[in-house]
């Protein structure tokens, strides 16, 4: 069970962040930061709250079951950010942070006398982590931006999915979550670079740029060869065997051997050595050219054998496998067990509730989960006190006026 603590613990313990992101993006890195001892104080609008508090899938009882992962380890305050007022008081927060996360439409910011500039000058070491559809230069900066947009324009969309149907979506939204991810990268560089100068910086992280990143030798194969890569399914063209398999018992197993040593391993399993010395298959080259011929033999041979014995047998020959999993398989799962890759945690209003836990997993400072998602506007009066000492009476005046 995670322990429930009102402050992280972890590498980034004693570092301040405040948040002004909603949905994901940004709210993403912000996890990611507090999963590892960071304080987040997360900035709402009052009454309202972040958009991500009813998102989600399925609901419990009628509240988002998503809230309660991306907004673990933060602390909830309200401020109007609209008002002059509320800018005035963000201000003073921000002067005693390490970083300011925000993904709002480029130029937001800006509009509410908070920009990097008249930031810094308040507080020099400040690093404002930027995150955005499009970036914060560009034709395309203040384009509206959600991460559908980023994926379709970062390469992702076009080579997803089957080659018979449109382009298709992963099922879940991997271009808001990489582009966090790509921030939080951001951040701890421009970290360590703040702690040998003193001073901070913008990390701009962009939507369509994370994608890219991960879209491997994409843009290098067209300039070369214009080559395009199109939709392939469940195949990398020309990377076989590689893989989904079906077993006998209606299962599916995924074969990935596609590297000669191991592909002449699964031929020794499959009880056909022969194949890995047959000139249509001994190499990398041969094999991708009958890639379909390939993958239809192995197909003929998986289906006489049941998924558990099928995959025990390609550990027997170290071929990388492995079932498909789902929510049930991985709580049942002995790996995921023994690594508390799912962590059980202490909800006020769910009660015990399952999650994926904090990775990678750190051998002296591991992070963890440490606190549940906080209620909206929950920490307002600890943060107003402990952080500007504000008094009960200013307190409940800025509240009375929808300051706070």
């Known amino acids: 069970m995670a322990n429930e603590q009102t402050t992280g613990s972890g590498p980034l313990a004693g570092l301040r962040l405040i948040e002004m992101g909603t949905l994901l993006a940004g709210p993403f890195c912000g996890q990611l930061l507090g999963d590892f001892g960071a304080e987040v104080i997360k900035i709402e609008p009052p009454g309202q709250g972040d958009p ?52 709002f439409r480029p130029g937001t910011l800006e509009r509410w006398n908070l920009s990097y500039a008249e930031l810094q000058e308040i507080n020099p070491r400040l690093i404002m982590i930027r995150v955005s559809g499009f970036g914060q230069t560009g034709p395309y900066a203040k384009r509206a931006g959600f991460g559908a947009v980023g994926e379709a324009m970062g390469g992702l969309r076009y080579v997803c999915g089957d080659p018979a149907t449109p382009p298709s979506r992963m099922g879940i939204s991997i271009g808001d979550s990489l582009a966090a991810t790509f921030a939080c990268v951001g951040a701890l560089s421009a970290l360590y670079y703040r702690e040998r100068t003193g001073q901070g910086q913008v990390v701009d992280s962009a939507i369509y740029e ?16 214009g080559y395009i890569r199109e939709r392939t399914g469940a195949i990398l063209p020309n ?24 592909f002449r391993r699964l031929t020794e399993a499959m009880g056909s050595p022969e194949l890995s010395k047959d000139e249509r298959y001994a190499t990398h080259t041969a094999r991708g050219a009958r890639q379909k011929e390939l993958d ?52 006020p ?51 009375a006026r929808g300051i706070i």
């Open 52 to 103: 991500m508090r009813e998102w989600g899938r399925e609901k419990a009882h009628g509240m988002s079951l998503w809230w309660p992962v991306v907004a673990r380890n933060k602390k909830s305050v309200t401020l109007n950010l609209r008002e002059a007022e509320g800018q005035a008081i963000a201000r003073d927060l921000i002067a005693k942070a390490d970083f300011l996360l925000e993904n």
């Open 239 to 262: 990377v076989a065997p590689s893989n989904v398999y079906p077993t006998r018992d209606g299962g599916m197993i995924l074969i990935a051997a596609n590297q000669d040593t191991v």
């Open 296 to 347: 239809d033999l192995i197909a003929d041979w998986t289906r006489t054998i049941d998924a558990v014995p099928l995959e025990q047998l390609m550990e027997q020959f170290g071929i990388p496998s492995g079932k498909i999993y789902r929510t049930p398989e991985m709580l049942e799962d002995a790996h995921f067990r023994a690594r508390e890759a799912i962590v059980k945690t202490m909800h």
């Open 210 to 225: 994370a994608v890219l990143n991960m879209m491997e030798s994409l843009i290098t194969e067209y300039d070369k060869t």
């Open 349 to 399: 209003k769910f009660g015990e509730l399952r999650m994926q836990n904090v990775a990678p997993k750190l051998s002296v400072t591991p992070g963890g989960v440490h606190s549940p998602a906080p209620e909206l506007g929950q920490h307002s009066d600890e943060i107003y006190r402990s952080m500007l000492n504000f008094d009960s009476a200013r307190i409940t005046d800025l509240r």
